[in-house]
């Protein structure tokens, strides 16, 4: 199994582009959730989904937007690229245990907004 | 809002060393799970504790979670250059968002 992918890998943007990052999990799970990940702020969700055709907005969600059209895939779209959203970018799904909903995390995408 | 105090930032020790990595919050949790994030990657499930007190062992890794259920602490017993990493701490409260709370995490240098 692939576990969760994610394309691309790689994206340079110019401010006020727009973009789409895939997310693919092939574990059946009903959870996925996007992060960003910056230097000394550690990961922070962005939006989340508790399955298909559910999204959720995490802890910041400006300027993002989801969509979770499949069960196995899950879109991250930025509508109009900012400086600020110049980041690494790692999807994550979940199986539902109750007591430990252990996260697979995706290779990440690192975007940079010039 | 929860949050997760990881300790030290930053660690850079020689090969052979033991080292210790502490995760604290005031806030009790249902579980508590450690990751470890190499460069260029994302990251990947180390252990999950659930039970105040709990002690999980990793091969040179050992785990515990504070009775409490607030805190809980990596140890790594004569480390390895392959240990080099990020290692995040993560709780769940509950609920069904599924939702973790992650610390800033603990990057670990270990030098040949």
């Known amino acids: 199994n692939a576990g969760v992918t994610q394309t691309p890998k790689f994206r340079v943007l110019k401010t006020g582009q727009s973009m789409t990052l895939l997310c693919a999990q092939d574990m059946n799970h009903e959870y996925m959730y996007w992060y960003r990940q910056d230097p000394g702020m550690g990961l922070r969700l962005i939006h989340y989904?508790?399955?298909?055709?559910?999204?959720a907005k995490g802890e910041v969600p400006d300027g993002y937007n989801v969509s979770r059209l499949k069960k196995q895939n899950f879109l991250l779209g930025l509508e109009s690229a900012a400086p600020s959203q110049t980041s690494v970018y790692f999807c994550?799904?979940?199986?539902?245990?109750?007591?430990?909903?252990?996260?697979?995390f995706g290779p990440g995408t690192r975007l940079t907004v010039t | 809002t929860q949050l997760l105090e990881q300790s030290p930032q930053f660690l850079s020790i020689q090969e052979g060393e033991n080292l210790t990595v502490y995760c604290n919050s005031s806030s009790v949790f249902s579980s508590l799970q450690w990751y470890r994030q190499e460069p260029g990657e994302g990251p990947v499930l180390l252990v999950t504790v659930v039970t105040g007190g709990e002690v999980k062992k990793l091969k040179r890794l050992t785990f515990q979670f504070g009775d409490a259920r607030k805190d809980s602490s990596l140890h790594i017993t004569a480390a390895q250059p392959g240990d080099t990493g990020l290692y995040l701490c993560a709780g769940y409260s509950g609920g069904s968002n599924y939702k973790l709370t992650f610390g800033k995490g603990t990057l670990l240098t270990v030098n040949p």
């Open positions: 989904s508790v399955g298909e055709g559910t999204t």
């Open positions: 994550a799904s979940s199986s539902l245990d109750r007591n430990s909903p252990e996260q697979y």
